[in-house]
Nanobody, 121 residues
């Protein structure tokens, strides 16, 4: 089994910063693309940013220039540095990773449980 555990959410004022972390654990053989998605109340879950195993990144237009995704392959961890936060960034943020496992053998997408980010004065 694989678990993705996020941390780092919370309440922050507009213009502030937060850093989210997501650690993957379990019977992992290899981790491919990792990413962050978010879901605001009453809305669908949307892509925030992704990063491939060799560091190629992709961002939603709404966060370009403000958010930075990175990963530490040795620690099976992906990060999301969020700067210049806006009220519209308020959402539950979910970690996602494409992972191959050796027990059971296979490759699929996994989701974390989510961490809440609230941007408000």
């Amino acid at each position: 089994q694989v678990q993705l555990v996020e941390s780092g959410g919370g309440l922050v004022q507009p213009g502030g910063s937060l850093r989210l972390s997501c650690v993957a654990s379990g019977s992992i053989f290899s981790i491919y693309t990792m990413g962050w998605y978010r879901q605001a109340p009453g809305k669908q879950r949307d892509l925030v940013a992704t990063i491939t195993s060799n560091g190629i990144t992709n961002y939603a237009n709404s966060v370009k220039g403000r958010f930075t995704i990175s990963r530490d392959n040795a620690k099976n961890t992906v990060y999301l540095q969020m700067d210049s936060l806006k009220p519209e960034d308020t959402a539950v943020y979910y970690c996602n990773a494409e992972i191959s496992t050796y027990m059971p053998y296979g490759r699929r997408n996994y989701w974390g449980q989510g961490t809440e980010v609230t941007v408000s004065s």
